[in-house]
């Protein structure tokens, strides 16, 4: 059975990230996969404490928190979700706090640049959300996130959604895009993408 992780960096349980994961999840599950969601707001997260020990000791995070289990998942899981808010023109505190510690699943190459410690070939789906309307405002954050939280550890991404102008439309108030997180959670499932 396809394992599918998510985690979320927004800590409102009814917002929009919420919505939109639970939605692409649903469509995960409507093709046979486990899913779980990891909320990063809830868990016992800490920061990135700097020692340097993912650098002579790769794939390892000496960090022991309520994340541990979370990075080791990664490694095993089928297809990845991350979503996200904008906060303050970039991405909220605890996804930033998550993606610091993502640098135990990157090794150093002996020529320089880094190689992930991911098997590849998992898939991978992003969600953002903001209250401006401009999809483009924010797209260096938003390639940033993208790119630490999915290619770079070699995921293959099958969907993105970027949800602006939050205030005035809410996801939930969407079907449109409720339905477009559901079928990119179907394309999460390798078969389907
Ligand atoms: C602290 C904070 C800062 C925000 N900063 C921005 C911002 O810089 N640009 C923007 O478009 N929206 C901003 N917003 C709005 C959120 O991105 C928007 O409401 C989003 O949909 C929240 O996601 P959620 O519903 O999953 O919590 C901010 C919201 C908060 C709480």
């Known amino acids: 059975m396809a394992r599918i992780l998510a985690f979320n960096g927004s800590p409102r349980k009814g917002g929009n990230t919420s919505t939109l994961i639970r939605?692409?999840?649903?469509?995960?599950?409507?093709e046979g996969a486990d899913t779980q969601e990891v909320r990063l707001h809830e868990i016992d997260q800490k920061?990135?404490?700097?020692?340097l020990g993912c650098r002579t000791n790769p794939?390892?995070?000496?960090?022991k928190d309520g994340l541990s289990p979370f990075l080791e998942d990664i490694k095993n899981c089928d297809g990845l979700v991350v979503g996200c808010p904008i906060y303050m023109y970039r991405i909220s505190?605890?996804?930033?706090l998550f993606i610091d510690r993502l640098y135990s699943l990157y090794a150093d190459l002996?020529?320089?640049?880094?190689?992930?410690?991911?098997?590849p070939g998992k898939t991978y789906a992003l969600i953002t959300t903001q209250g401006a309307p401009d999809p483009d405002q924010y797209?260096?954050?938003?390639?940033?996130?993208?790119?630490?939280?999915?290619?770079?550890?070699?995921?293959?991404?099958?969907?993105?959604?970027?949800?602006?102008?939050?205030h005035a439309s809410p996801a939930e108030a969407s079907p449109k895009l409720l339905a477009c997180a559901y079928e990119i959670g179907r394309k999460l499932i390798k078969n389907n993408s």
Do not use: W
């Open 23 to 30: 939605n692409i999840l649903d469509g995960a599950r409507s």
């Open 93 to 96: 505190g605890q996804m930033k």
């Open 139 to 166: 797209k260096k954050s938003i390639r940033y996130l993208a790119g630490f939280t999915g290619s770079g550890l070699g995921f293959v991404e099958v969907g993105r959604i970027v949800h602006t102008n939050s």
């Open 47 to 51: 920061g990135c404490k700097g020692c």
């Open 110 to 119: 002996p020529g320089g640049g880094y190689e992930s410690l991911v098997p």
């Open 59 to 63: 794939g390892t995070c000496a960090q």
